[in-house]
């Protein structure tokens, strides 16, 4: 993984030591709130309902055991013990106090962490598939063009004060696992037909109250030119995106009023400018981030099949386990193992701090030093062996982290909503444990097959209802609690924004509604191996409607 | 008050004013007038020396034709988180190569002026009391490490091609 050198720690805590100062001059009142705000919000902290929240950058959420340790840390001494990995793959806090921020960012500075433009209108910390340098179907890693991104995306000075969040994503692989169509920008990358790495480049995706599915406006551009490319774009942004009205301001909203074609030939204008500038990328250092990221020896460790097949044979659970959250590494000999923080009844996402210590130990014995959180708010070991998953599910389960659900429908995504968000207008946690707790059976679970659940609390979509395959959206309707439920949405290379089915349900009745979906489409399937999504494609709303508001009633 | 501040310190005697419909230059100042006014101005006259101000909706690449004719363009932050001024200024700048004084206008705060300087602005209408207590005690909060290049030239950080020191 990336490793800071000498000009990295001296930004960084530069960085800190600014914060500082702004911090100070809050607390004296010299800062009034509304020019502090920006300020804050690019160094993570918000203001919630409760308390102020601290949003730490893990960059295409990749962690080793050491951060991972600092994260845990954290947790305990500046919070209550808890942390929460959050889709964007970072790890959000929910009760530091202000006056402790800056100590909390110069801890992080000490293993080469940071909170910067976790929020603000600035572009945020860029993600990418949780199985990069890993997955078989991968044709490169994107990590390197992440962090090159990051690195050029830190305090630009023209792109801070944007007419909203701006953030991108990145995918090595046909299969999108990194959302990359419902982000600001989505960069897919792939080989031309004479085996030059470049990105097919996707622009104004995005969720929230407007969802849209990015529109590709390149459909290769070489490595060398991604941050001209990318400045090209964020200069046209940053001119005529709407600033009259923060609900229409995200890039999405521009690219429609004026048109992909006519937004792609802007860009291309400016491109042209930029093309062959300083910000053209050498070969010589996009080697050099890459060595960064260059994958540990995997040894041949063959032994761990025929162990794994007798391992399985006499812990069913076990087998379960391994089924659900083991998935197969370019190395045969090999697995990557996904952690689920989907406990049955319990938060998605959160992770106490002797959790996160536990991970720690286990990758650092066992999966190479390397963690990952997964926009799906679980954590991933990219490089288990065969041979040593049973001692990794052993500690796995002395810890509670065990949850063979991934990919579930209990494998939910859920927004921390109104139990601490100042946005939300409903609850998405008691939602999602309620689920959790409806379906928790593993032989329901496992007789459903994939589908994915998301929660939002309110329109923002951060729990990404509009690509769940059943989304949930908490609205408030004269002062209570309302669902409103989407169905077949998707967030992979075949993104779809979820249809409405219908009024939406009260709190208590919510689950028992998502239950008759289930049930609708266990009996519709045309077999086992058809899943929710591939279903409902296929049969339309109609069956879902019918048995959820009945057939003569019309749904409003 | 308003004061004009410059890397090298405060300017004592600044000859500018934004002319508005009640503020005119007097006989000893210069005027810096909006953009079409300008247009106009070159269409109509052989002046040199002028002052214009690009307001953030403007097409700054409208001066293009006309550098020669032109002193000074402000360029305005009418809030100081409407950003496009960094982008105006930045085209200015490395795009149509004015060499002239770059001056921010507006809301310019303490914290905003180093992203300023990097895009290539040269000199800031300060009124906000923070911001003039910190420039008169030389109190800067920039970072002097950067991860790409800008407007301003800035000096390679001998390392990887983006990044840069001041």
């Given at each position: 993984m990336y490793r800071y050198d000498e000009f990295d720690h001296a930004f960084v805590s530069s960085r800190v030591e600014q914060f500082r100062d702004q911090v100070e001059r809050r607390l004296s009142g010299e800062l009034a709130e509304d020019a502090f705000k920006p300020l804050r919000l690019m160094n993570g902290v918000y203001l919630q309902l409760h308390a102020y929240m601290l949003r730490v950058a893990i960059p295409y959420g990749t962690l080793s055991s050491r951060q991972m340790r600092m994260l845990a840390h954290i947790a305990r001494k500046y919070d209550r013990g808890y942390g929460h990995f959050t889709t964007r793959q970072n790890i959000q806090y929910n009760w530091p106090r202000l006056s402790d921020t800056p100590d909390i960012l110069q801890e992080l500075a000490s293993v080469e962490m940071h909170a910067l433009q976790t929020s603000g209108n600035c572009i945020r910390n860029v993600t990418a598939d949780?199985?990069?340098?890993?997955?078989?179907?991968?044709?490169?890693?994107?990590?390197?063009?992440?962090?090159?991104?990051?690195?050029?995306?830190?305090?630009?000075?023209?792109?801070?004060?944007?007419?909203?969040?701006?953030?991108?994503?990145?995918?090595?692989?046909?299969?999108?696992?990194?959302?990359?169509?419902?982000?600001?920008?989505?960069?897919?990358?792939?080989?031309?037909?004479?085996?030059?790495?470049?990105?097919?480049?996707?622009?104004?995706?995005?969720?929230?109250?407007?969802?849209?599915?990015?529109?590709?406006?390149?459909?290769?551009?070489?490595?060398?030119?991604?941050?001209?490319?990318?400045?090209?774009?964020?200069?046209?942004?940053?001119?005529?995106?709407?600033?009259?009205?923060?609900?229409?301001?995200?890039?999405?909203?521009?690219?429609?009023?004026?048109?992909?074609?006519?937004?792609?030939?802007?860009?291309?204008?400016?491109?042209?400018?930029?093309?062959?500038?300083?910000?053209?990328?050498?070969?010589?250092?996009?080697?050099?981030?890459?060595?960064?990221?260059?994958?540990?020896?995997?040894?041949?460790?063959?032994?761990?099949?025929?162990?794994?097949?007798?391992?399985?044979?006499?812990?069913?659970?076990?087998?379960?386990?391994?089924?659900?959250?083991?998935?197969?590494?370019?190395?045969?000999?090999?697995?990557?193992?996904?952690?689920?923080?989907?406990?049955?009844?319990?938060?998605?996402?959160?992770?106490?701090?002797?959790?996160?210590?536990a991970v720690a130990d286990i990758a650092e014995e066992y999966a190479f030093d390397e963690i990952r959180v997964s926009h799906e708010q679980n954590l991933i070991l990219p490089h288990v062996a065969l041979a040593d998953l049973e001692p990794v599910y052993r500690a796995l389960v002395a810890s509670g982290l065990?949850?063979?659900?991934?990919?579930?429908?209990?494998?939910?995504?859920?927004?921390?909503?109104?139990?601490?968000?100042?946005?939300?207008?409903?609850?998405?946690?008691?939602?999602?444990?309620?689920?959790?707790?409806?379906?928790?059976?593993?032989?329901?679970?496992?007789?459903?097959?994939?589908?994915k659940i998301k929660i939002s609390g309110c329109i923002n979509a951060c729990g990404h209802h509009h690509v769940g395959h059943i989304g949930l959206l908490g609205v408030e309707k004269k002062g209570a609690e309302l669902y409103q439920i989407t169905l077949g949405g998707s967030g992979d290379e075949n993104t779809s924004i979820g249809e409405i089915i219908g009024r939406g349900f009260e709190p208590e009745k919510v689950t028992d509604a998502v239950e008759t979906i289930v049930d609708t489409y266990l009996g519709l399937r045309r077999d086992g191996q058809e899943t929710f999504l591939e279903a409902y494609r296929r049969v339309g709303p109609q069956p879902f409607k019918d048995a959820l508001y009945g057939s003569a009633q019309e749904a409003a | 008050m308003t004061k004009i501040w410059k890397e090298t310190g405060f300017v004592g005697d600044d000859p500018w004013v934004i002319e508005t419909e009640e503020t005119k230059a007097g006989s000893n100042e210069k005027a810096i007038v909006g953009l079409d006014a300008f247009l106009k101005k070159v269409a109509d006259s052989d002046e040199t020396g002028l002052?214009?101000?690009?307001?953030?909706?403007?097409?700054?690449?409208?001066?293009?034709?006309?550098?020669?004719?032109?002193?000074?363009?402000?360029?305005?932050?009418?809030?100081?988180?409407?950003?496009?001024?960094?982008?105006?200024?930045?085209?200015?700048?490395?795009?149509?190569?004015?060499?002239?004084?770059?001056?921010?206008?507006?809301?310019?705060?303490?914290?905003?002026?180093?992203?300023?300087?990097?895009?290539?602005?040269?000199?800031?209408?300060?009124?906000?009391?923070?911001?003039?207590?910190?420039?008169?005690?030389?109190?800067?909060?920039?970072?002097?490490?950067?991860?790409?290049?800008?407007?301003?030239?800035?000096?390679?950080?001998?390392?990887?091609?983006?990044?840069?020191?001041?």
């Open positions: 949780h199985f990069a340098g890993a997955a078989a179907d991968e044709v490169a890693d994107p990590r390197p063009y992440a962090e090159i991104l990051r690195q050029w995306s830190s305090v630009h000075p023209e792109f801070s004060f944007l007419p909203r969040k701006f953030k991108i994503a990145v995918t090595g692989a046909e299969r999108d696992r990194a959302a990359i169509q419902v982000h600001d920008i989505g960069l897919h990358l792939k080989k031309d037909e004479n085996g030059r790495i470049g990105f097919a480049v996707y622009v104004g995706g995005g969720q929230g109250r407007t969802p849209m599915i990015a529109k590709k406006i390149r459909d290769f551009l070489p490595e060398e030119d991604l941050l001209s490319y990318t400045t090209a774009i964020m200069r046209v942004y940053n001119l005529h995106g709407r600033r009259d009205n923060k609900y229409k301001a995200r890039i999405k909203i521009l690219v429609h009023e004026t048109g992909a074609e006519e937004l792609s030939r802007q860009v291309e204008v400016e491109f042209a400018a930029l093309k062959d500038t300083e910000l053209k990328l050498p070969e010589t250092d996009i080697q050099a981030i890459s060595t960064y990221f260059a994958p540990p020896a995997l040894e041949n460790r063959a032994e761990g099949w025929e162990s794994l097949a007798r391992w399985k044979k006499t812990d069913p659970e076990f087998a379960r386990w391994v089924q659900q959250n083991v998935q197969p590494h370019k190395h045969p000999d090999y697995g990557m193992v996904t952690i689920s923080l989907k406990p049955i009844g319990g938060i998605p996402g959160d992770a106490s701090d002797a959790q996160m210590d065990a949850t063979a659900n991934a990919g579930l429908i209990t494998d939910i995504i859920a927004c921390p909503g109104l139990d601490y968000c100042a946005l939300a207008n409903a609850r998405s946690i008691p939602v999602a444990q309620e689920i959790s707790t409806r379906f928790g059976s593993p032989e329901r679970q496992a007789e459903i097959g994939e589908l | 002052g214009v101000v690009i307001a953030p909706a403007d097409d700054v690449t409208k001066l293009a034709p006309h550098l020669d004719r032109l002193a000074l363009v402000a360029v305005a932050f009418p809030a100081f988180n409407d950003g496009r001024a960094f982008s105006h200024a930045s085209l200015l700048r490395a795009r149509l190569g004015f060499t002239g004084e770059v001056r921010a206008v507006g809301d310019v705060l303490i914290d905003q002026i180093p992203l300023m300087l990097r895009c290539g602005v040269e000199s800031f209408a300060v009124s906000n009391a923070t911001a003039l207590k910190r420039l008169s005690e030389g109190r800067l909060p920039g970072i002097a490490v950067h991860y790409q290049p800008t407007a301003k030239p800035s000096t390679d950080a001998k390392s990887y091609s983006w990044r840069r020191v001041s």
